[in-house]
């Protein structure tokens, strides 16, 4: 006997703030996920439509993973794309999920506006290079762009830069390491993005959850 499967899709999300604002989005649309990502192990996760597939990973992986395809669709934050670059992905929706915004944080005794003024190079630690990059040589301000993979609000109280690019929430975090917020750069939410192919192929599914989404998304006041 010959049985035609139904396209499988899958969605990519990263554990924590995006998996757990990604789940009421995934309510409207009727689905759960099957399992909680803080208690099980597995990185494949069932939902209740047998159509659909959760897979975790990292968040700077979600972008790649649309992009050649590992997953259908994903969910990621407007910082993370931009330092991808967003080829071959679609992007239909902001989510307004999982809201910051990226800024330029300094020790609370570095005095950063006559540094700029006086048209001194800065040294700056981040993890958006692309991001830094672009906003600081819009501003005429030369710096040299340290990479960082994590725990940016270091680099200030150890001497290793001037100033961080990062994202700022509540700003609990750079209050309790004597951090100072100097310039906002641009505010931040997640974005849906999809294969341009599997839209393509799996159009009808993939459109469902995008409309469903949009309702959600523009009935969240
Ligand atoms: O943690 P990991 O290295 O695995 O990956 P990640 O940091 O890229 O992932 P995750 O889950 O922490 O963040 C995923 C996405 O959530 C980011 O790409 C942003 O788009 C979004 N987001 C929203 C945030 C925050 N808010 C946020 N506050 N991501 C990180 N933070 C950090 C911030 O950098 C600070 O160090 O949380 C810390 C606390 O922030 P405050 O200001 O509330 O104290
Ligand atoms: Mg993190």
């Known amino acids: 006997m010959n049985t035609v499967a139904k396209p499988a899709i899958t969605l990519a999300l990263s554990k ?3 998996f757990d604002e990604t789940l009421p989005l995934l309510k409207a ?3 759960t ?3 909680d990502p803080e208690k099980s192990r597995k990185l494949i996760l069932p939902t209740s439509n047998p159509d659909l597939q959760v897979v975790l990973v990292r968040a700077s992986d979600v972008p790649t993973y649309v992009q ?3 997953a259908d669709l994903g969910v990621t934050g407007k910082d993370t794309l931009i330092e991808h670059g967003g080829q071959g992905l679609y992007q239909p929706l902001d ?3 999982a809201r910051c915004r990226v800024s330029v944080a300094v020790r609370a005794d570095f005095d950063y506006a006559s540094a700029v003024r006086q048209g001194a190079r800065l040294k700056v630690a981040t993890k958006y290079v692309s991001i830094a990059r672009d906003f600081f040589a819009a501003k005429g301000v030369h710096v040299d762009l340290i990479k960082l993979y994590g725990s940016m609000e270091l680099a200030p109280l150890t001497g290793l830069a001037d100033a961080i690019v990062d994202l700022v929430s509540t700003g609990n975090t750079l209050k309790a390491n004597h951090l100072v917020e100097v310039e ?3 505010d931040i939410s997640s974005r849906l993005v999809v294969n341009q192919a599997a839209l ?3 159009q009808e ?3 469902h959850l995008i409309d469903v989404f949009t309702k959600t998304v523009n009935a969240t006041p």
């Open 200 to 202: 393509k192929l799996k």
């Open 16 to 18: 924590g703030r995006i």
């Open 95 to 97: 989510l307004q999920i």
């Open 33 to 35: 996920v099957l399992e």
């Open 184 to 186: 906002r750069i641009m």
């Open 29 to 31: 649309a009727g689905i």
């Open 205 to 207: 599914p993939i459109r």
């Open 68 to 70: 050649y395809g590992g």
